[in-house]
C-alpha cells in the first residue's frame, strides 16, 4: 500500500520457533494498512521471503552463525542485548526522517531490551509472547513471588486462577528442574521485568482456547489475544497468497513428501515431527521407528540430518514398505493433506497451533520447557489426542507408542478425538476471520496506530488503551 497509516518494527527471538509468529503477526498487521517491516539478526536474515513486509539486519554479536558461535546461553543472551540493542536503534534512526518513520516495535518477549530501545526514541513498544497463555501464567506467577521454586510435593497441585491443577509433570521442565536450566529460566522471569512499560501486550493464542487462562492471569499480564497465528490460507483466506509463514532456516522436500501423500488414502497417514530442537536418544528413536513398523499404519516422519545418522539402516530399509523419512517437510501442507489423520508432535507450542487449526488429531510426546503443559491440554483439556508415557528410563517405549496410534487412528476414543479436532479447527478459523475476537484485538492495535499517527501525539497508551 501507498498510504501506510503507521509502521511497525516487528523484531523476534532468532529461532524458527519464534520468527514464524512474529512474522505471520507482521503479515496481519500489512494487510491492515500499516508498514510492517521484520529486524531479525544477520544469520537468519537471509531465509526471509515475504511479499509486502520489509527486512531488516541487526546483529546478535555473532553474525556468521549466530547462537552455534556463542560459548552458551548467557552468553549468546548479553551479547544479543548489547549488539541488538545498538543495531535496532540504527534500523529505528533510519526510518526517523524518512517517509515512513517507525510508530511502534513489537518485540519478542524473549528480548526485553527491545521496549527499552523503543521509549528511548520515544515511540511505542509492544510485547509478543509465544507461548500458550496458560505457561505465561505459570511462569507470571513465579515471577512476581506468588509461587515460590523449587516446588514441592506438598505444593501440589498447583492451583491458579483460570487453570485447571497442575500436577508437577504437568510443568514447564525449566520450574520442574530449576537447576536443570538456569539460563533459559532466567530469560523466561526475564520476560516480565518491564513489562509494565509495555503499551500492549500480545499473546499467540485465542479466546476460545484459552480465554480463563487468559483472564485469571489479567492484572499481572493483561494480554491482547491475536492468535492462532498461523498462514492465512489455512484458515480466513484473508490474506491472499498466505500459504507458507514465509521464513526457513531449512529447505523443504515439498515434492518427495506429496506425491507420496497423493497415493495414500484419506486420514491414513501418520505425520511424525519433532520440530527443529528436540534431540532424541538413538534408544528412543529406535522404539518409535520400531513402533511406526508395528502399528502398519503409512507414515511420513521428518528426521532431521543430525538425528538420522541413530537410526540403525536396517531399521531404515526395513520401514520403508509403509513409510517416507525425510530430512525436513512442509509441516502445514502434510498436516493439511487430507492422507494425514494423525500428528506426532514435540508438542512446541506453534505445532500445537497449526495442529488444532488444521483438525488433526495428535500424540503428544513432549520433552522439555513448555511442551509438558501444552501435552497436558491436548490430551485431558482440549481432548484432541493422547499423551505417549515415558517409562523409568524416560523412554517411550515400542508398546506404549502403538497403543496411541491405535487409539487416534482407530480407538474407541478415535471419532471422539476427531470429533473435537474439527470443532477446535473451526473456532480457531472463526476467531481468527473477520469480526472474531483475535481479529477484532489486532484491528483495534491498528487503530490506535493510526489515530496516533494521523494525531501526531507522543502520549503512550497503556496495554492498548488510551
Given at each position: ?423 477446535w479447527r473451526e473456532l480457531a478459523k472463526k476467531e481468527i476471520s473477520e469480526g472474531g475476537s483475535s481479529d477484532k484485538c489486532i484491528t483495534e492495535f491498528v487503530e490506535h496506530l493510526v489515530r496516533a499517527n494521523q494525531t501526531g501525539e507522543a502520549k503512550t497508551f497503556q496495554n492498548g488503551k488510551d
Amino acid at each position: 500500500m501507498e498510504n501506510h497509516q503507521g509502521h511497525v518494527v516487528v523484531l523476534p527471538y532468532p529461532s524458527q520457533g519464534h520468527i514464524n509468529p512474529l512474522l505471520q503477526f507482521a503479515k496481519r498487521l500489512a494487510s491492515k494498512g500499516v508498514k510492517a517491516t521484520l529486524a531479525t539478526t544477520s544469520y537468519t536474515v537471509k531465509s526471509i521471503c515475504v511479499h509486502n513486509i520489509g527486512v531488516e539486519s541487526i546483529s546478535d554479536g555473532f553474525d556468521q552463525s549466530g547462537f552455534a558461535q556463542a560459548a552458551n546461553e548467557e552468553t549468546f543472551l548479553q551479547s544479543f542485548k548489547a549488539n541488538g540493542s545498538r543495531t535496532l536503534s540504527q534500523i529505528l534512526n533510519k526510518f526517523q526522517d524518512s517517509e515512513f518513520p517507525v510508530t511502534c516495535v513489537v518485540y519478542d518477549s524473549f528480548l526485553p531490551w527491545a521496549l527499552d530501545v523503543a521509549k528511548e526514541h520515544g515511540i511505542f513498544g509492544a510485547t509478543f509472547f509465544t507461548n500458550s497463555a496458560t505457561v505465561c501464567s505459570v511462569v507470571c506467577h513465579v515471577h512476581h513471588g506468588l509461587l515460590y521454586l523449587p516446588f514441592k510435593p506438598e505444593d501440589m497441585p498447583l492451583l491458579i486462577p483460570g487453570l485447571p491443577p497442575l500436577n508437577l509433570l504437568d510443568l514447564p521442565s525449566m520450574l520442574q528442574k530449576p537447576d536443570s536450566y538456569p539460563a533459559y529460566l532466567k530469560m523466561k522471569l526475564n520476560q516480565y521485568s518491564n513489562l509494565d512499560k509495555a503499551d500492549w501486550i500480545f499473546g499467540n493464542t485465542f479466546q476460545a482456547l484459552e480465554g480463563e487462562a487468559a483472564k485469571g492471569v489479567a492484572k499481572l499480564w493483561p494480554a491482547k489475544l491475536i492468535g492462532p497465528m498461523v498462514p492465512s490460507a489455512y484458515l480466513d483466506g484473508q490474506i491472499k497468497g498466505d500459504k507458507g509463514y514465509g521464513a526457513s532456516l531449512w529447505k523443504p522436500l515439498r515434492e518427495e513428501c506429496f506425491e507420496w501423500l497423493e497415493t495414500k488414502a484419506p486420514k491414513s497417514v501418520v505425520y511424525v515431527s519433532f520440530g527443529s530442537m528436540v534431540t532424541l536418544t538413538a534408544k528412543q528413536m529406535e522404539e518409535f521407528a520400531l513402533g511406526l513398523k508395528e502399528s502398519g499404519v503409512n507414515f511420513l516422519w521428518v528426521v532431521r540430518k543430525t538425528e538420522l545418522c541413530k537410526l540403525p539402516c536396517e531399521i531404515i530399509d526395513s520401514v520403508k514398505e509403509k513409510g517416507l523419512l525425510v530430512t525436513w517437510c512442509n509441516q502445514l501442507e502434510a498436516l493439511a493433506h487430507e492422507a494425514t489423520g494423525c500428528f506426532v508432535t514435540h508438542c512446541g507450542w506453534n505445532s500445537i497451533l497449526e495442529g488444532l487449526s488444521l483438525g488433526v488429531p495428535m500424540v503428544a510426546v513432549p520433552k522439555w520447557a513448555d511442551q509438558m503443559t501444552n501435552a497436558k491440554f491436548v490430551e485431558e483439556i482440549w481432548e484432541v489426542g493422547v499423551r505417549a508415557k515415558e517409562d523409568g528410563d524416560g523412554i517411550v517405549r515400542k508398546g506404549e507408542f502403538v497403543g496411541c496410534l491405535k487409539e487416534v487412528m482407530e480407538g474407541k476414543r478415535s471419532k471422539e478425538i476427531q470429533k473435537n479436532s474439527r470443532k477446535w479447527r473451526e473456532l480457531a478459523k472463526k476467531e481468527i476471520s473477520e469480526g472474531g475476537s483475535s481479529d477484532k484485538c489486532i484491528t483495534e492495535f491498528v487503530e490506535h496506530l493510526v489515530r496516533a499517527n494521523q494525531t501526531g501525539e507522543a502520549k503512550t497508551f497503556q496495554n492498548g488503551k488510551d
